[in-house]
């Protein structure tokens, strides 16, 4: 059961690391205004869409790609929720390094990471 343990200290770390607090606290300033939540969330919405019809090898019509380019404009543009999504891609970044030891570690081949 040590690995178990192990483990928890490991979240425990993970949820107290800057990276970690620095991303709930600016996911809680941004929950707080509507706007710029709706707009994050159609950006990630068209963002999925988009990944997913390139990995389908699909067509993606150019007013999906025009909204989308247009949103991550204003998203950029506003202080606040850049912040929010560099703190959400850093966060993501972590959770993937660790990922990637924890699956060498065990000597899975996963292809990507």
């Known amino acids: ?12 770390q993970i949820r107290e690391s800057e990276v970690c607090v620095s991303y709930r606290q600016m ?8 706007t710029s939540k709706a707009l994050i969330d159609e950006y990630k919405k068209l963002q999925m869409q988009l990944q ?4 389908a090898g699909a067509e993606t019509p150019d007013s999906e ?3 989308f380019q247009q949103i991550g404009g204003l998203l950029m543009a506003n202080p606040t929720t850049m912040q929010f999504l560099l ?3 850093r966060l993501q970044q972590m959770m993937a390094d ?3 030891i924890l ?4 000597g899975l081949d996963m292809p990507g990471l």
């Open 27 to 34: 996911k809680e300033e941004i929950a707080q205004d509507a």
């Open 65 to 67: 790609v025009q909204r």
């Open 52 to 55: 997913m019809a390139a990995v």
């Open 103 to 106: 699956n060498d570690a065990a």
């Open 87 to 89: 703190s959400e891609m």
């Open 98 to 100: 660790v990922y990637k």
């Open 1 to 12: 059961m040590q690995v178990y343990d192990e483990a928890n200290v490991l979240a425990k």
